[in-house]
């Protein structure tokens, strides 16, 4: 299994509500991160954990809050958003040891927020 | 700071001809150097990448790339494009030296026509 699988595909969600996404990987990655790409932009790295430990938050707003519970699984659970949190996010794993080289993407969950 | 610059943000060419996609990069660290595509409503996909070695890389699918340290550019090429190579194209580096973090440039479209 060379795939990182994100759930679900599309989600529409209002901004009192509580979801999740969910990403999974069976490559043995122990590296996985979250990006949120808005439209005609390029991705930006929110989150990042290392042997399911948080190594990495680039200043994300706490309405957004990631958990790893096991080395094959990501969740982004997501709190109070805000319509300008809709976006592209993307999920993505690696081999701790090659790091950002051998990033693995996922095909990521379409948020809308109304 | 790493940084990356796609000057161009569209480019279309017609079925059968050369592209070239441009990229420029600013580190004051060695670097390693990627280019992702993204097809329309998917995640990223690797394209190819320059870890050491050769300064010419090539893809399955036909598209080459050739790093150029003293121009600090990753330019990508393809001699003759398909109407299903229409989509965005990312360039994005990260520090040799130990980095999780992927840091894309704003990406280039590529419309083929017919």
């Known amino acids: 299994d060379t795939e990182v699988t994100q759930t679900p595909k599309h989600l529409v969600m209002g901004m009192t509500n509580k979801k999740s996404l969910k990403c999974e990987q069976h490559m043995g990655h122990r590296a996985m991160y979250w990006y949120k790409q808005k439209a005609k932009k390029p991705p930006e790295l929110m989150f990042v954990?290392?042997?399911?430990?948080?190594?990495i938050n680039e200043s994300v707003p706490s309405r957004f809050s990631p958990e790893c519970p096991n080395s094959s699984l990501l969740n982004l659970h997501l709190h109070a958003l805000q319509p300008e949190d809709s976006a592209l996010y993307l999920c993505?794993?690696?081999?701790?040891?090659?790091?950002?080289?051998?990033?693995?993407f996922g095909s990521g969950t379409r948020l809308t927020v109304v | 700071a790493q940084s990356v610059t796609q000057l161009d943000s569209q480019v279309p060419v017609f079925e059968e001809a050369p592209v070239e996609l441009r990229c420029n990069y600013s580190?004051?660290?060695?670097?390693?150097l990627f280019w992702y595509v993204q097809y329309p409503n998917q995640g990223l996909q690797l394209l190819l990448k320059?870890?050491?070695?050769?300064?010419l890389v090539e893809s399955i699918n036909g598209f080459e790339a050739e790093f150029n340290k003293s121009q600090t550019s990753f330019h990508l090429r393809k001699p003759s494009v398909h109407i299903s190579d229409t989509a965005e194209y990312f360039c994005?580096?990260?520090?040799?030296?130990?980095?999780?973090?992927?840091?894309f440039g704003s990406g280039t479209r590529l419309l083929v026509r017919p």
């Open positions: 994005a580096v990260t520090r040799r030296d130990s980095s999780y973090k992927l840091i």
């Open positions: 954990y290392s042997y399911e430990k948080l190594s």
């Open positions: 580190s004051s660290v060695s670097v390693y």
């Open positions: 993505a794993s690696s081999d701790s040891s090659t790091g950002a080289y051998g990033y693995t």
């Open positions: 320059y870890l050491s070695g050769s300064t």
